[in-house]
């Protein structure tokens, strides 16, 4: 199905397009070719509803329309516009009869349109959640906190929904991401990895401080403590690459060709680059090194099956990126 085609059948009048999504020019692309399409990018910051309008008097019409046509309005950049300037916006839009569809993007999900008049009137684009893409609106009234983690690539995290920007240093985030990875873990096996060269008593001071900072980045507990091992908190509902990636490939491993495919083009779409990119630090390498011996194993498996399946230039293309993976990861070892 055609990105156009999945947005025709929403009920709905307004779509957010996901923050994460990276097909968004296709996809603006598709409806520009199948119907009369209205588009402004916001420039600036903290634009208020005046500035807004006077932007949208410079708003592009690929395709020459009257006013009166039935048309879909793309707002882009939307961060860059104060909450109420852009829940104003797609007010005033929705009361318009020669609007079809409203899109709206930005690199941050405004989440905050779902406690406005509108929120009944609005959807997401894509909702998938094998390839982690939520659909937030069931996040409003969710007794779990949601928690997005994502460190195959530089490393991001969100909180229902809204990314967490801002960390107290390179430690507490670095320990976060390990707490995250490991899910339940000895307190000796944290002091070993981070402190092995401070005494217990030092280690523990470290810890503490360092945990107390994730603490306040996220304005709750990450961990719960018994008989000797941290756990990840169960009043949070994590969601966690690593973790969805290897079951994926481990999915594909197990099921027919036709299902298996699926799974693993799931899976390797969640691999964006490498684990942690820029980190350092020897767990973080060694974890590194492990995924990208899972990553060539799933490309290896992905031109196994293209092959029965028939599809040679599909094969071709995991036989190139499986070989420059494992030529990668020796030239890594040396």
């Known amino acids: 199905m055609a990105p156009f085609e999945a947005l025709v059948k929403f009920s709905e009048r307004c779509v957010i397009v996901h923050p994460r999504y990276l097909l968004r020019p296709y996809l603006l692309g598709s409806i520009q070719a199948n119907f009369p399409m209205r588009y402004v990018a916001f420039r600036g910051t903290n634009i208020d509803l005046y500035e807004a309008h006077e932007q949208l008097s410079d708003m592009v019409s690929p395709q020459k329309t009257d006013l009166d046509t039935p048309t879909w309005v793309i707002l882009d950049e939307t961060d860059c516009l104060q909450p109420q300037a852009l829940t104003q916006l797609v007010q005033e839009f929705l009361r318009r009869q020669d609007v079809v569809k409203l899109l709206v993007m930005g690199r941050v999900m405004p989440m905050y349109l779902f406690y406005s008049e509108v929120a009944s009137q609005i959807a997401f684009y894509p909702v998938d959640e094998p390839t982690m893409f939520f659909d937030y609106r069931q996040t409003v009234h969710a007794q779990k906190t949601l928690l997005e983690v994502y460190t195959l690539g530089m490393g991001q995290t969100f909180i229902n929904g809204m990314p967490l920007q801002r960390w107290d240093g390179w430690l507490p985030r670095v320990l976060f991401y390990y707490m995250i990875d490991r899910v339940m873990v000895r307190r000796d096996d944290i002091f070993q990895t981070f402190w092995p060269n401070l005494n217990e008593r030092e280690a523990t001071n470290v810890f503490h401080v360092s945990k107390r900072k994730v603490h306040e980045m996220l304005g709750f507990d990450l961990t719960v403590y018994d008989s000797g091992y941290y756990y990840l908190s169960p009043d949070l509902d994590i969601r966690y690459d690593v973790r969805q990636f290897n079951k994926l490939v481990q999915q594909a491993q197990v ?31 060694t974890r590194r090194a492990q995924l990208r011996r899972v990553y060539a194993e799933a490309l290896q498996l992905g031109f196994e099956l293209c092959q029965r399946l028939g599809d040679t230039e599909t094969a071709a293309q995991y036989r190139t990126l499986s070989e420059q993976i494992l030529l990668n990861t020796l030239a890594y070892s040396v």
């Not at 899976?267 to 350092?280: C, V």
């Open 255 to 285: 099921v027919p060709d036709s299902k298996a495919v699926v799974h693993l083009n799931n899976a390797l779409s969640l691999y964006r680059s490498d684990f942690l990119s820029g980190f350092g630090g020897d767990w973080v390498v």
